[in-house]
């Protein structure tokens, strides 16, 4: 699960990306499908890092389907706040919301892609 520490962390990265990158790139999104690795990964257990209580934990040997799944979502939404905002900022680009992903409990994740003006 990110927590505040790995929060600053990525910010960080983000921002190094966006310092050596943003001359070729031309379209960033900070999670690419977060309802994939929030489900699959803390929900149901079905990759990394395998984590769910469902069946009485016969998949997976650790973790809890009816809070993790929420935690790592909630942290995923602060993470990409941290790095919309930097990204506000420092590069003053608009940020244009680019798909609803919803989540299978009903949490909408928002991918934002961000536009560079044209040339």
């Known amino acids: ?12 990265y983000a921002e190094t990306c966006f310092q050596k990158f943003g001359d070729r790139v031309k379209h960033w999104i900070t999670f690419n499908e977060p309802h994939t690795f929030t489900t699959q990964g803390y929900d149901v257990g079905l990759q990394a890092p395998g984590r769910c209580s469902i069946l009485l934990h016969l998949f997976c040997r650790a973790g809890n389907s009816a809070t993790e799944p ?3 979502a909630h942290n995923v939404l602060l993470t990409h706040a941290t790095v919309a905002d930097i990204y506000r900022k420092k590069y003053k680009v ?3 919301i680019s798909r609803i992903l919803q989540f299978q409990r009903h949490i ?5 892609v961000i536009k560079f003006p044209s040339c």
């Open 94 to 96: 608009k940020i244009w």
């Open 108 to 112: 909408n994740f928002i991918v934002v």
């Open 70 to 72: 929420y935690i790592v």
């Open 1 to 12: 699960m990110i927590l505040v520490c790995h929060r600053k962390d990525f910010a960080t």
